[in-house]
């Protein structure tokens, strides 16, 4: 129930093409799905993140799309760039129950964007 | 600011082989975590703590001490090394009314 499932594993996009990655989630007690990006050699460092309240929450070329009943969230990354080429990780947490709100990760999609 | 910072960058170990490694944040966070990451498996927590002289255990605590002897100090202490252990480690921390975790660079372990 504590796992978030992230497909793809991998993602090859033409240069302004659209990126879509899938997470999908168990727990229904989640309330905050936020979504990483993190390119070789660094730290993750936060994108964009959404509560289950909304259903889409747009930045830039970034936008999550938030489906609750089928406890799915996804990133659309519009007009792709190779400098959005980096590892993507979807997340999800919980403010009570002793979680402290820690994150739970999928396992990341390497996004490549080809010029 | 600094952000979080981590050190040492890279390290090399033998099994048996005892270490630890230093998260410093300058933001003032109450909250602090050590993740491993290792190829396809993601981000996993190993310890976290929510404010200086308390630690709880992660999803993959075995092998790991963490210490938080000052608020702005986390550190992950290895005491007898295996090769199961290499890895990516990062640190992270974050302000207790807010959900974004800052990360640092990472510090790449290889025990042999």
């Known amino acids: 129930q504590q796992q978030v499932k992230q497909s793809p594993q991998s993602l090859i996009v033409q240069k302004g093409g659209i990126s879509i990655i899938n997470c999908a989630y168990e727990n229904t007690a989640f309330d905050y799905f936020p979504w990483y990006q993190q390119f070789p050699g660094k730290g993750p460092a936060l994108l964009i993140a959404?509560?289950?309240?909304?259903s889409e929450k747009k930045e830039g070329r970034f936008t999550i799309s938030f489906n609750k009943s089928a406890k799915q969230f996804s990133l659309h990354i519009m007009d792709s760039q190779p400098g959005d080429s980096a590892t993507y990780f979807c997340a999800a947490s919980m403010n009570y129950g002793g979680s402290q709100g820690n994150l739970i990760f999928g396992k990341g999609t390497k996004l490549s964007v080809k010029p | 600011n600094a952000g979080v910072t981590q050190t040492p960058k890279f390290r090399v170990l033998k099994t048996g082989q005892s270490m630890t490694l230093l998260c410093a944040q300058d933001?003032?966070?109450?909250?602090m975590y050590w993740y491993r990451q290792d190829p396809g498996m993601g981000l996993r927590l190993i310890h976290y703590?929510?404010?200086?002289?308390?630690?709880a255990k992660g999803e993959v605590p075995d092998g790991y001490n963490v210490s938080r002897l000052k608020k702005q100090n986390f550190l992950l202490g290895l005491e007898s090394a295996a090769p199961s252990q290499t890895s990516v480690y990062f640190c992270?921390?974050?302000?207790?009314?807010?959900?974004?975790?800052?990360f640092g660079p990472g510090t790449r372990l290889t025990v042999l």
């Open positions: 992270a921390s974050r302000f207790w009314k807010e959900d974004t975790q800052y």
């Open positions: 959404i509560r289950p309240d909304v």
């Open positions: 933001m003032n966070h109450e909250y």
């Open positions: 703590s929510v404010g200086e002289g308390t630690t």
